[in-house]
């Protein structure tokens, strides 16, 4: 006897959509969701950028500095997704508990149209809000929110600048 796909617990990929594998229906999808950058935390800036331009990233935009956020930062282009390089002001910064645990790549960021529509829904899907609604030098202004997910997936939500 040979066992299928679907004895393994896994989703029917010929008949489930995304949304049904993920228990979410269409109507509840996120209005607005675009993929914007991966978090990477470090210690140095520049130190980061170097090791980047070696697979073909470069710096977009300018440096900046959040005192809200307690960050230093800046966004790299290149060959795969963007990455925003973020690097503690002081020991209270909220990347300094991934850098003494070792880890770098530590959130993933989508714009929304509405973050409290988004965090709402993702709330309902188990989400829970870790840094509510605050303005962010990095995006003008905008408002950003950190969410966990169930799996420990640190979301960041981003408000868009105009509506889609």
């Keep these: 006897m040979t066992l299928g796909r679907e004895n393994w617990g896994e989703p029917n990929v010929a008949t489930a959509t995304p949304s049904q594998e993920s228990g979410m229906d269409c ?20 130190k980061e950028m170097r090791s980047f331009a070696i697979v073909g990233y470069k710096l977009e935009g300018e440096h900046f500095s959040d005192p809200l956020q307690k960050i230093h930062g800046c966004f790299l282009v290149g060959p795969g997704p963007r990455i925003e390089l973020l690097a503690p002001m002081d020991d209270t910064s909220p990347v300094m508990p991934w850098l003494q645990k070792g880890v770098k790549m530590y959130h993933q960021a989508y714009e929304v149209e509405s973050i409290a529509d988004a965090t709402a829904k ?14 962010a030098v990095a995006f003008g202004g905008r ?21 889609r």
């Design 27 to 46: 109507d509840s999808m996120i209005a607005g969701l675009q993929f914007h950058h991966i978090g990477v935390a470090c210690r140095d800036l520049e």
């Design 122 to 135: 993702l709330c309902a899907e188990r989400a829970v809000v870790i840094s509510p609604a605050k303005p």
């Design 143 to 163: 408002k950003i929110s950190f969410l966990m997910f169930p799996n420990l997936l640190l979301v960041e939500l981003i408000e868009s600048a105009l509506p």
